[in-house]
Nanobody, 124 residues
Framework: VQLQASGGGLVQPGGSLRLSCSAS????????MTWARQRPGKKLEWVSA????????LYADAVKGRFTISRDNSKNTLYLQMNNLKPDDTAVYYC??????????????????WGTGTQVTVSS
């Protein structure tokens, strides 16, 4: 299983970024996928999850209405469109295989596979 997140960068408040997570080594369409983030000095935090078919998704309250999760199973790729970014969104973002949804900090052990992270910095 390999997961590779990309698309992070430096953006001003109110700006947008689209993160991608390229998957390989498993049948992508049969797995739910999750985005999580780790802000500086904070524990791992759940952001969003989507089922294998892409029809069911959930968002953390902190990102609801601003972030959109999606997937292209033909490309084995997961996405996170992030709009109206805030300084508090600054974090390393990770994609994981499986479904997690929690208002509390999550553990790395909650999913069996995580990708490399991509840094998102929101600053003027």
């Amino acid at each position: 299983v390999q997961l590779q997140a990309s698309g992070g960068g430096l953006v001003q408040p109110g700006g947008s970024l689209r993160l991608s997570c390229s998957a390989s080594g498993f049948t992508f369409s049969t797995y739910a996928m999750t985005w999580a983030r780790q802000r500086p000095g904070k524990k791992l935090e759940w952001v969003s999850a989507i089922n294998g078919g892409g029809q069911t998704f959930l968002y953390a309250d902190a990102v609801k209405g601003r972030f959109t999760i999606s997937r292209d199973n033909s490309k084995n790729t997961l996405y996170l469109q992030m709009n109206n970014l805030k300084p508090d969104d600054t974090a390393v973002y990770y994609c994981g295989r499986g479904w997690v949804s929690s208002s509390s900090p999550i553990d790395w052990e909650d999913l069996s596979s995580w990708g490399t992270g991509t840094q998102v910095t929101v600053s003027s």
